[in-house]
């Protein structure tokens, strides 16, 4: 009995598992099957894999082939075992030498001349077969670029099904196209991924474009280096999406395993070869229109990520939050405590990462002219009740930074000052960083928005509590709002030098959450 082993690696998520697949050809009628909970794209690779072989030469047997994919019990999906199996069957049927790749990871997808395409997810997949002890594997030549990423594995790349058999010491026969146009990364992300709304790129921004609005960038400023969540209300043309888009250009760059888990995010959404491995963190704007399924993930089958997977470790800017549909908005609100998203479906449970600095903005009313004296306004009463009443108090609860954005003045700056750049304000927002870190070095908190409440009352002096009391009495704030007070005044301590908070701290933490009330 032959039976043609190798190895491939399968995504839940993010969580990547081995998978051994195993090919058997028995007697009896010719028939090809494929088994162990395979999905309807993995269950067509029965085509694609027997024309694959024949495009090399490989006569296919004619009898009964039977590749079993293990664990049984684990869902397997997408096209990129197609190369993993095409190698069990021909270590099966001889034209690879037998178990030659019992030990190897294979990846691809086939195309029916045989053409192997790249894949989605080769980041999190090799992260998993190094950590494995795998140390080598053929993948796609289109995904050569992104597999550089993860050293210590012997990466050889294969453009078709038959350079894998000559390789392996077998013959084979085949031609590769002259123009293999299709040979690229899958996206299943928003063509918009990383770029504004009008389709101009996040690069090159800096806060000294911004005119004016010096409090607004203070209080992004504070954002950043406390890791707060962030609301900004004000008229049109305020600068309030401009603002957002250069939150990301002030924020502390990314450690290594924060790029790690950016990268892997965005090879799995097949936008990593754009990207690269980069220190800036993401951004992502998602339109009011979206779904839930956009926004935290999903799709038929195995979900995929959605915005805020996509933004973790960066930023999720939310325009015209209050036209975001209510159900969409009640959807972050557990991913902004967890820092995670959990989605079920029928195939199986996915869970993704969602660590991310969410910010809003909004105008002070449906027609936007609420503002000043509100001549311009058009609006009822009740049109601006029901416009707020979308964003509920759970969710701004939730939000640490509630500023108004005024309109600017004059279009030419009064001050000849110029203004700050990102460069500056981010040399004090990593400064003010390296201070919660080293205060939190025995904790497991990155930054004062994720520090225990209790640590920060027992840490702060009960002079400085005092207003913090007085608000809970006034009920001004709730007790978890009291909590966020508090770790904004700890993070205005850390932007001024401090190394605990005073009364003046805490009434400013106290004034930034409560500016909208």
């Not at 190698?87 to 990871?105: E, F, K």
Request: glycine share 8%; proline share 8%.
């Amino acid at each position: 009995m032959r039976i043609g082993t190798t190895l491939s690696v399968g995504l839940n998520g993010l969580k990547a598992f081995t998978v051994s697949m195993q090919a058997y050809i028995s007697p009896g009628l010719p028939y090809f099957s494929i088994i162990g909970l395979p999905d309807t794209s993995l269950s067509e690779a029965r085509e694609r894999v027997k024309s694959a072989c024949a495009s090399a030469g490989f006569s296919w047997p004619e009898t009964r082939v039977t590749v079993n994919l293990s664990p049984a019990s684990l869902p397997k999906s997408g096209a990129a075992h197609d190369l993993a199996i095409a190698a069990s069957v021909l270590c099966a049927g001889g034209a690879i030498p037998h178990d030659s790749l019992a030990d190897t990871l294979v990846l691809g997808e086939l195309k029916l001349d045989g053409t192997v395409l790249p894949v989605a997810g080769l980041l999190p997949i090799l992260l998993h077969a190094r950590n494995s002890g795998i140390t080598r594997a053929f993948i796609p030549q289109g995904n050569l670029e992104e597999s550089e990423l993860v050293p210590d594995i012997d990466v050889v790349p294969v453009r078709h099904v038959g350079e894998l058999i000559e390789h392996m010491g077998g013959k084979a026969s085949y031609r590769i196209p002259d123009n293999p146009y299709e040979l690229r990364m899958p996206s299943f992300d928003d063509p918009l991924n990383g770029e504004m709304a009008d389709g101009t790129s996040t690069t090159g921004l800096d806060m000294d474009q911004v005119m004016g609005q010096e409090h607004t960038k203070w209080a992004l400023e504070v954002a950043a280096a406390g890791g707060h969540h962030v609301i900004m209300v004000g008229p049109p043309g305020a600068g309030k999406t401009m603002l957002a888009s250069r939150l990301p250009t002030i924020m502390p760059p990314m450690n290594e395993r924060q790029q790690l888990e950016v990268a892997s995010i965005r090879s799995l959404c097949g936008t990593l070869t754009e990207y690269g491995i980069t220190d800036v963190p993401p951004y992502e704007a998602p339109h009011h229109t979206a779904s839930v399924a956009a926004l935290v993930g999903g799709g038929s089958g195995m979900a995929r990520p959605g915005a805020i997977t996509r933004a973790h470790n960066g930023v999720l800017f939310m325009d015209e939050a209050p036209e975001f549909p209510p159900r969409v908005l009640q959807t972050i609100r557990e991913p902004l405590e967890t820092g995670y998203v959990a989605i079920s479906r029928s195939k199986g449970n996915a869970h993704y990462p969602a660590r991310f600095q969410l910010v809003m903005a909004a105008n002070p009313c449906p027609c936007g002219f609420g503002w000043g004296t509100g001549e311009k306004c058009v609006c009822s009463v009740k049109e601006r009740t029901r416009y707020w009443n979308r964003l509920s108090g759970p969710i701004l609860d939730r939000i640490d930074i509630q500023i108004t954005v005024p309109p600017i003045a004059t279009f030419v700056p009064i001050s000849e000052t110029p203004a700050e750049s990102s460069a500056t304000i981010r040399a004090r927002v990593v400064e003010a960083r390296n201070a919660a870190a080293e205060r939190y070095r025995f904790e497991d908190w990155p930054c004062n928005a994720k520090a225990s409440g209790e640590w920060l009352r027992r840490n702060t002096s009960g002079k400085a509590l005092i207003p913090l009391s007085r608000a809970v009495e006034q009920q001004r704030l709730s007790l978890r709002g009291a909590d966020r007070a508090l770790r904004l005044a700890w993070t205005l301590a850390d932007v001024d030098g401090r190394t605990s908070p005073n009364a003046q701290d805490v009434s400013s933490g106290i004034a930034l959450r409560t500016r909208l009330r």
